[in-house]
């Protein structure tokens, strides 16, 4: 198979992309994705003001977390990527957020009940959670 000189350089660039957390922008205008019918941030801001405890599950970089300031005080972000679970701990600590590394699929860290709102908008979770 021969691959097409420039198509391979611009994959050689996207390789080399540096992603932090939850930013594509480096992909702006040459992405495109059908919206939901549903508005995932307007839900989760109302019912992180109505929360005593939230979790963010699959938090990447916290930038979604983050916007929806101010958060309860016990709040609390997962993430399974150790870069960035470091970009997170960089913008959530100073919002009160306690930023945990894990791998859901072995289990959560938290106590049973813990949370009164667990966010989540792609990450696994295990049955027994």
């Not at 958060?71 to 150790?82: G, N, S, V």
Request: aromatic residues 10%; charged residues 35%.
């Amino acid at each position: 198979m021969r691959v097409d000189r420039d198509l391979y350089e611009e994959w050689k660039r996207e390789e080399a992309s540096r992603i932090s957390g939850w930013d594509f922008g480096h992909i702006e205008n040459r992405c495109f994705e059908d919206h939901t019918p549903w508005d995932y941030e307007a839900m989760a801001r109302q019912l992180v003001r109505k929360s005593e405890a939230v979790l963010d599950m699959g938090t990447a970089g916290g930038e979604l977390f983050a916007s929806l300031a101010p958060l309860p005080c016990r709040a609390a972000a997962t993430e399974i990527d150790p870069r960035f679970v470091i970009t997170a701990r960089r913008r959530l600590t100073r919002l009160g957020v306690e930023v945990v590394e894990c791998d859901y699929d072995r289990g959560m860290p938290f106590v049973d009940g813990e949370f009164d709102l667990v966010l989540n908008s792609h990450s696994s979770l295990p049955i027994k959670e």
